[in-house]
């Protein structure tokens, strides 16, 4: 069980660092692993496709992704793209 | 209302659209969930520009006007880049599909629709115009 911690806006800026804070936390994907996005302000598609890949390669290697936290602007991001149905959120 | 900004085709350029729509939001009277999703619209468009429109290495300017006409918030986004069409040319989202199933791109395009109450595309004197429009 691994938690990584995201914060801030998830815009194209912010998409690199985001990109290597996940490969730096040297997750073993078939773990359990939780995004924990309690401070994650904003969403842009590029960040959905960043989960979206993560979520792709930890479940093929018989793990699981967890996203906690969303704030409710961010999770309406989710909603409005039919992502809510793809991902394991936690409050 | 009418604003306008002028842009370079560099993606340090996206906090100040950020600024750009906060202040429209403000003088508007908007909230700050019309905010959030003004701000995602056009970020997707923007992004679009920075990253396709221009060839690499080369530095361009671009703008965004904002106006109200009546109760519609219109933006246009013009770019004199190479011609495309962002909506003839995004893959159909289904947000019903699995994880497995859903494909990696066209969800710039696809959100731009889903908050925008209309969405249109010229091109005219060697300019793409994406008009995006809200009713507020």
Not at chain 1, 55 to 72: E, N, R
Not at chain 2, 77 to 90: H, M, T, V, W, Y
Request: hydrophobic content about 40%.
């Amino acid at each position: 069980m691994k938690t990584i911690y995201i914060d801030g806006p998830l815009d194209a800026i912010h998409l690199d660092e985001v990109k290597n804070k996940i490969a730096e936390a040297n997750t073993h994907l078939g773990d359990i692993i939780t995004l924990d996005c309690t401070d994650m302000s904003y969403i842009c598609s590029s960040g959905l496709r960043v989960f979206l890949q993560m979520h792709k390669d930890v479940t093929s290697a018989g793990g699981k992704l967890i996203i906690k936290g969303l704030q409710p602007l961010v999770k309406n991001v989710f909603d409005m793209t039919g992502f809510s149905q793809v991902f394991n959120f936690e409050a | 209302m009418e604003k306008q900004l002028t842009l370079v085709n560099k993606i340090e350029q996206i906090p100040q659209l950020a600024e750009f729509v906060e202040q429209i939001c403000e003088e508007l009277g908007l909230d700050v969930a019309m905010n959030f999703n003004l701000n995602l619209v056009l970020e997707e468009a923007v992004t679009n520009v920075i990253m396709y429109a221009f060839p690499q290495g080369e530095e361009h300017t671009f703008t965004l006007k904002a106006w109200t006409e009546g109760n519609k918030l219109v933006f246009e986004l013009r770019d004199q880049g190479k011609p495309f069409n962002p909506i003839e040319s995004a893959p159909e989202v289904d947000t019903t599909l699995s994880a497995d199933e859903r494909e990696i791109g066209g969800l710039g395009i696809f959100l731009i629709q889903k908050i925008m109450d209309e969405v249109s595309y010229q091109y005219e004197g060697q300019s793409n115009i994406l008009t995006m429009v809200k009713v507020i």
